[in-house]
């Protein structure tokens, strides 16, 4: 009587056990290798970010974000069909693992759409946000949000934001979501009603002096924030910064249990290198390094958050020169106001980071990213 009441309880422990296994880890054999997944990922893409540019980062910034990050590597930002890539294809292959044809977004080369970091984050339970200094509808983000033929459909890209069930969307763009009545640029439809009405908080601010305008971070309601008709002005003339963006974005979306997943895009470091305006780069570059800052000190605190910093492309052929130690004279070498082929850096820190080290194509980078939030990547795992 007693065994039998003892073999009775140690099968239904046993049966416990074996359910909470399969419950927890999701359904993994008890041979497999532990598997390194995060809660949280946060993927920050300096937008034309190459060597060079990481380079000078790290020289200026004295807060020396960089040296946060334990694993280091090469993206090679290749692209179907051409040598030198652009924003819309390898934000592409960063976004889906897929690579495609140049101008492209979030599509095959044969026009499929493909599930985007972001869909595979929502699929999860997990929310998702956008942050860039571009309209949230240049080719980067809309990688993330959207998928259509050409980089230029951006009003058709703001109608795929706006059904996208995207939770925080911030930058700018306000003239392919308003409607002509309002002062923007759409005649069908004002997208910003359409948010509104499906329960986003809208905001409606001026990047050049916005500090009195912005959103609280105490709330858990979905936001769409426009902060300049287009692309916001340049670093050194917003208030609006990367930073003030990607802590407003971390607060409202740690709400989730199941966690998130947010791109944040230095978006005009491209612009200063296309331009070969190096006082306009350092100054997007310190911005870059105060949102990374923002995002270092979040999962320094979460414990359960990957960062991956990388960038589509590198941008101007940038080489530096200077005689001094510092930085303080440090002389810009500009070989193009277009892009280049060059490998970009990847930096990672978090749960399963080590596999982002080494070197990788961009597409590899894009189905690390999904691997790592599917099902986690093997611990052992140090391509
Ligand atoms: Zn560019």
């Not at 977004?105 to 860039?132: C, F, H, Q, Y």
């Not at 997208?191 to 609280?216: F, H, K, N, R």
């Not at 320094?300 to 958050?305: F, H, I, K, L």
Request: glycine share 12%.
């Amino acid at each position: 009587m007693r065994q039998s009441q003892l073999r009775g309880a140690g099968s239904i422990a046993f049966t416990t056990i074996v359910f909470l296994l399969y419950a927890g880890i999701g359904l993994a054999q008890p041979s497999e290798t532990p598997r390194q997944q995060p809660r949280n990922l946060i993927l920050f893409i300096g937008d034309g970010m190459g060597p060079s540019q990481l380079t000078l980062l790290r020289l200026i910034d004295t807060t020396q974000v960089l040296d946060n990050f334990p694993v280091g590597g090469f993206s090679l930002p290749l692209t179907r069909g051409a040598l030198i890539t652009e924003s819309a294809a390898s934000g592409t292959a960063l976004s889906t693992g897929v690579a495609t044809h140049r101008g492209m977004v979030g599509m095959t080369p044969d026009g499929a759409a493909v599930e985007n970091l972001l869909e595979r984050a929502r699929a999860l339970g997990k929310s998702t946000g956008i942050v860039s200094t571009s309209s949230v509808t240049h080719a980067t983000p809309a990688s993330f949000v959207a998928h259509v033929a050409s980089r230029g459909e951006q009003y058709l890209i703001a109608e795929q934001i706006a059904g996208s069930g995207t939770d925080i969307v911030m930058g700018g763009g306000q003239k392919y979501f308003l409607d002509e009545q309002r002062g923007g640029g759409r005649s069908d439809v004002d997208l910003c009603a359409t948010m509104e009405a499906a329960g986003y908080e809208i905001a409606l601010v001026d990047a050049e002096d916005c500090e009195l305008q912005l959103p609280s971070n105490e709330s858990d309601r979905r936001l769409l924030l426009l902060a300049a008709e287009d692309g916001l002005p340049p670093a050194h003339s917003r208030s609006l910064t990367l930073a003030r963006m990607t802590a407003l974005a971390l607060a409202r979306l740690a709400r989730n249990p199941h966690g998130f997943v947010l791109m944040v895009e230095g978006s005009q470091i491209d612009w200063a290198c296309h331009d070969n305006d190096f006082e306009t780069l350092q100054a997007e570059l310190l911005d870059f390094s105060t949102a990374l800052n923002e995002g270092v000190a979040f999962a320094q605190d979460d414990g359960q958050t990957t960062i991956v910093v990388t960038a589509d492309h590198e941008t101007g052929g940038l080489a530096l020169l200077g005689e001094e130690e510092d930085a303080s004279d440090i002389e810009a070498v500009w070989t193009s106001t277009g892009h280049t082929a060059a490998m970009v850096p990847v930096l990672a820190m978090g749960p399963g980071s080590a596999s982002f080290g080494g070197i990788h194509r961009n597409t590899d980078i894009g189905r690390l990213l999904h691997e790592l939030l599917s099902g986690g990547i093997p611990s052992e795992q140090q391509r």
